[in-house]
């Protein structure tokens, strides 16, 4: 578990061929971390049939409505996607 | 001729016939290999399915209503407060519940853009709207505008908050308790709470 509540963060701007749980909107937006879970499996690897994926940390962000849809996002707006740890990088190492 | 160079009547091509395909296969291979025979199968569903519904859901937040000490626990684990109710998510494979506060400030409406993730033990099967691609794409993009078709107006000083349900974790709606009902006791505030309330698209 590398981050805590509160914490800045940003979604990598990856592409991969196959499932991923970061949606397209949601690449390389910045957001915070809004709650720490348990280890799950991670889905990329559940979704290729691993027998035994990797566990890594899930962390709910939450992201402005503003940042995900540059062009016009409602006011007041903010949208939480479950995301695990190796989808995430500190927002203060981007530029 | 169809694009796979046979003709027939069958639709194998759709998500739902893939699905019963799959299905079928692994009852036909439980029956094989003597581990459950359908109708086993099909009795475990309808005994879920029995116990499930919103009057679960109506039930947790009556109860939070009433007994603050209930809904501290709620807020913070979910699954150990629902426990205490004799209810549970974990039919299947392990499911983390959280349940997120409506308050005078904010307004929490569920979705799973995914798919169609959902609190069925708490709530019942889910209504067709929130399957559909409509309500899934659009709830992340402008929730105001989706709220004010359920007729739901929220003045803008009302943050709106979007949870995107996964198969990790499941959201339920603790809507704010009726002004007007002081005194009420957990089985008349039950009844005022409706299924969309405890998904968001009520408020």
């Given at each position: 578990?590398?981050?805590g509540?509160?914490?800045?963060?940003?979604?990598?701007?990856?592409?991969?061929?196959?499932?991923?749980r970061?949606?397209?909107?949601?690449?390389?937006?910045r957001?915070?971390?809004?709650?720490?879970?348990?280890?799950?499996?991670?889905?990329?690897?559940?979704?290729?049939?691993?027998?035994?994926?990797?566990?890594?940390?899930?962390y709910?962000?939450?992201?402005?409505?503003?940042?995900?849809?540059?062009?016009?996002?409602?006011?007041?707006?903010?949208?939480?996607?479950?995301?695990w740890?190796?989808?995430?990088?500190?927002a203060?190492?981007?530029? | 001729?169809?694009?796979?160079?046979?003709?027939?009547?069958?639709?194998h091509?759709s998500?739902?016939?893939?699905m019963?395909?799959?299905?079928?296969?692994?009852?036909g291979?439980?029956?094989?290999?003597?581990?459950?025979?359908?109708?086993?199968?099909?009795?475990?569903?309808?005994?879920?399915?029995a116990?499930?519904?919103?009057?679960?859901?109506?039930r947790i937040?009556?109860?939070?209503w009433?007994?603050?000490?209930?809904?501290?626990l709620?807020?913070?684990?979910?699954?150990?407060?629902?426990?205490?109710?004799?209810?549970?998510?974990?039919?299947?494979?392990?499911?983390?519940?959280?349940?997120?506060?409506?308050?005078?400030?904010?307004?929490?409406?569920?979705?799973?853009?995914?798919?169609?993730?959902?609190?069925?033990a708490?709530l019942g099967?889910?209504?067709?709207?929130?399957?559909?691609?409509?309500?899934?794409?659009?709830?992340?993009?402008?929730p105001?505008?989706?709220?004010?078709?359920?007729?739901?107006?929220?003045?803008d000083?009302?943050?709106?908050?979007?949870?995107?349900?996964?198969?990790?974790?499941?959201y339920?709606?603790l809507p704010?308790?009726?002004?007007?009902?002081?005194?009420?006791?957990?089985?008349r505030?039950?009844?005022?709470?409706?299924?969309?309330?405890?998904?968001?698209?009520?408020?």
């Open positions: 578990m590398t981050y509540v509160g914490d800045l963060v940003r979604t990598s701007g990856r592409d991969p061929a196959h499932h991923y970061v949606p397209r909107y949601l690449r390389a937006k957001g915070r971390i809004e709650a720490v879970h348990a280890a799950f499996p991670l889905a990329d690897a559940r979704a290729a049939g691993d027998p035994a994926p990797p566990l890594e940390t899930l709910t962000v939450a992201f402005d409505g503003g940042e995900v849809w540059p062009e016009g996002a409602e006011p007041n707006t903010v949208y939480h996607a479950e995301l740890e190796s989808y995430l990088l500190p203060a190492e981007l530029p | 001729m169809s694009e796979h160079g046979h003709d027939h009547p069958h639709d091509g998500p739902a016939a893939v019963t395909a799959r299905v079928n296969a692994l009852i291979a439980l029956e094989a290999r003597g581990v459950a025979a359908d109708a086993d199968v099909t009795a475990v569903i309808e005994r879920f399915l116990a499930a519904g919103p009057q679960n859901g109506a937040v009556a109860r939070a009433v007994d603050p000490t209930f809904r501290a709620l807020l913070a684990d979910a699954n150990a407060a629902i426990a205490a109710l004799g209810l549970d998510m974990s039919h299947w494979a392990p499911v983390e519940l959280r349940v997120v506060e409506n308050t005078a400030h904010v307004h929490n409406i569920v979705v799973c853009t995914l798919c169609s993730c959902y609190p069925i708490l099967p889910a209504p067709q709207w929130y399957k559909s691609e409509a309500y899934r794409s659009r709830v992340v993009r402008e105001r505008a989706v709220l004010r078709e359920f007729g739901v107006a929220l003045a000083d009302i943050e709106v908050r979007v949870w995107d349900s996964t198969a990790e974790l499941r339920l709606v704010r308790r009726p002004a007007d009902s002081d005194g009420w006791d957990e089985a505030l039950m009844q005022g709470v409706t299924r969309d309330a405890l998904i968001g698209a009520a408020r």
